[in-house]
């Protein structure tokens, strides 16, 4: 035997274990650092709650349980690591039964990972759609559920009576479907179809068939026809559909595997097997990678602005925003050039203008989100004057005014009074909905709202977690002492409203409303304003483009805060308002040389190049695109 064919033979000897441990060396490391912020963003907005009544929530309904022990891994996913080492077992642990019940022939084993690789798509494809909004326990779902299903066929093919089997089969599919849900229903469908597979007689074919048949049907219907119960499917149906084709592969595989069967090595069965096996690896890949590709990478971003956020990493907020925006600069100078190209000299500057118009309409900006974090970042660092349009804002659709305000909810909850409007202001949990992350939330706002009994019942709650009992104990003096409260969360949230100005509403005004107060106010004392009161008042006024609000709030700005220099954005503003108005204020203030000139080199460029608007605004951002002067003529912010 010569060497080649010994190494052949000793390979497949430990090729299970060798495809085993390369899964865990590559996957562990991915999730446990390259996904770290999207793993502690999952754990914060997961719960579990060591509670009869949390338990009867959860599981009493079809898929329940799988839900529950889902939340029970789910919150330890505050601590990355570990989180993602949990995952990683119950990966190993679908590969190894993978061999046990689908009888995967040696040389294949890498097979065995496809179902892996499914199941880490259908956690990591989604985004904020999913992960954050809709389904925040989904991390260990499909992969608990598939666990379930292999379970199911494995205790049916273990049985070597045909009635046993049956009853079985029909007894695992109805306790498999209330604790699983849709993975039950799945490992009925597998253990009918492998029976069917190995069976001579067709009679017993068409019985397990039926039997399978009426379980999958008829359970659910008893149940509100709920055949997804515990896959996240059925609740985003009105997003993206791609995301289903994971989960649509996920049942396919092994549906497939159990209805082929393996055969003999000697038969043209088992040659199937195997060309079937190989197909499949290359089109799983295929669309693993595709869907990989396709993921939320906007979702990504702001989990990590966000975490970088939390962490005080504020250099790093402003980084990973300058590199989406740049991404997606190139991205529409490419669909832009693109555009001008096909559209030609077709039917005159009218028709060229409606084609540019259709273009900006899907002018891809940062999120609203994104843009939030961002603000917030550099206003901690004390730059917003000096930042802010050096980066192009996220635009926010008419539809969505005000609620969905870039910037009304980012000025409420850090620099407004912290009331009970906590949850729709808290744009990083928009949905609100039960979570740690709005628990303590709540109970904060409660506690600065001096809603002692609100906070108390948050705070009760919280001693029920395990990761945050430790937060409420701690918390608990503030019942008490409101005064000592506002001064040690100082630093993290300004109440800079006075005392009195408290505006409440269900409605989503309450944005527009305190910002409308913070810049047109009639001179409130200085002594109810701080320096965050007035510089806020000065970015909404030039946000919103409102000319006499900037005025009032430059006002402000000057008497609280005293500044040596006026901020640089400022300065733009306050020249391009004086030209407007030809009112000579301008003339007054410290207006830096190379700010008239660059206003100069606008108004100059504007008036002598042809086009329509629409395309002046991208032949204008090349040059002007980090100024208010292109701000305020091009972009559509609605705030």
């Known amino acids: 035997m010569g060497k080649g064919q010994t190494f052949k033979t000793g390979f497949l000897k430990y090729e299970r274990v060798f495809w085993a441990a390369l899964l865990a060396v590559v996957l562990f490391p991915v999730l446990a650092f390259g996904f770290k912020d999207v793993l502690a963003r999952f754990g914060e907005l997961s719960l579990f709650i060591y509670d009869r009544s949390f338990f009867n929530d959860t599981v009493l309904k079809a898929g329940g349980f799988l839900e529950y022990i889902s939340s029970f891994l789910a919150q330890f996913l505050v601590i990355p690591w570990l989180g993602a080492l949990l995952a990683v077992l119950l990966w190993e642990a679908v590969y190894w039964l993978s061999f046990k019940v689908f009888d995967i022939p040696r040389g294949y084993s890498i097979y065995a990972a496809i179902p892996v690789a499914m199941l880490l798509v259908t956690i990591m494809g989604y985004g904020d759609k999913v992960n954050v909004l809709l389904y925040r326990n989904v991390f260990y779902t499909a992969t608990l559920g598939y666990l379930a299903s292999l379970a199911i066929l494995l205790l049916c093919r273990s049985l070597h009576s045909f009635p046993l089997r049956m009853a079985v089969m029909v007894a695992a599919g109805v306790a498999g479907y209330m604790l699983f849900g849709a993975y039950g229903l799945l490992g009925v469908a597998l253990a009918a179809l492998s029976q069917i597979s190995h069976e001579r007689s067709a009679v017993k ?3 397990a068939l039926v039997l399978a048949a009426a379980v999958i049907v008829l359970l659910p219907m008893a149940f509100g026809r709920n055949w997804l119960a515990g896959v996240p499917i059925i609740e985003f149906y009105n997003y993206d559909k791609v995301n289903v084709l994971p989960y649509i592969l996920l049942a396919a595989f092994p549906l497939l595997y159990a209805l082929l069967g393996r055969g003999n090595a000697s038969d043209s069965k088992h040659k199937t097997y195997c060309i079937t096996l190989s197909l499949s690896v290359l089109c799983s890949m295929c669309l693993i990678c595709d869907l990989m590709w396709k993921a939320d990478s906007e979702y990504r971003a702001e989990t990590a602005m ?8 504020y250099n790093k907020v402003v980084k990973i925003y300058d590199k989406v925006v740049k991404g997606e600069d190139g991205l529409n100078a490419s669909s832009y050039e693109s ?43 004390g730059e917003s004057g000096n ?21 009304g909810p980012t000025i409420y909850r850090y620099w407004g009074l912290f009331n009970s409007a906590f949850v729709w202001t808290t ?23 001096g809603n002692s009994t609100a906070a108390a019942k948050y705070l009760d709650i919280l001693d029920k977690t395990l990761f945050y009992s430790r937060w409420s104990a701690a918390h608990r003096k503030y019942l008490t002492d409101e005064a000592q409260l506002r001064k040690d969360y100082a630093q993290h949230y300004n109440l800079v409203c006075p005392i009195e100005d408290r505006f409440y509403s269900e409605n989503g005004q309450i944005e527009l409303k305190i910002m409308e107060h913070f810049a047109l106010f009639e001179q409130p004392d200085v002594i109810y304003m701080t320096p965050e009161y007035s510089e806020c008042s000065v970015l909404w006024a030039m946000l919103s483009k409102d000319m006499d609000a900037f005025w009032h709030a430059l006002d402000n700005y000057y008497g609280v805060n005293v500044p040596e220099t006026l901020p640089r954005y400022y300065q733009q503003a306050a020249y391009l308002y004086s030209v407007l108005a030809g009112d000579g204020i301008a003339d007054n203030l410290p207006i830096a040389d190379d700010v008239r000139r660059q206003y100069d ?39």
């Open 427 to 449: 744009s990083t949990a928009i949905h609100g909905g039960w979570s740690y992350y709005n628990l303590k939330e709540a109970a904060l706002a409660m506690l600065l709202a």
């Open 387 to 407: 930042l802010l349009f050096s980066a192009p804002q996220g635009l926010v659709s008419e539809e969505d005014t005000p609620f969905v305000s870039q910037y």
């Open 306 to 313: 966000y975490m970088a956020l939390i962490r005080q990493d």
């Open 205 to 207: 074919a068409l019985v």
């Open 601 to 639: 080199a606008f108004a100059t460029y504007m008036t002598t190049h042809q086009g329509s608007v629409n395309e002046l605004r991208s032949e204008s951002y090349k040059r002007f695109g980090k100024t208010f002067f292109y701000f305020y003529f091009f972009v559509d912010n609605y705030i």
């Open 339 to 381: 555009l001008m190209k096909k559209v030609g000299n077709l039917g005159g500057d009218e028709r060229r203008d409606l084609f540019a118009e259709y273009y900006f309409k899907t002018y891809q900006r940062p999120s609203r989100l994104a843009t939030e974090l961002r603000m917030l970042a550099i206003t901690y660092m």
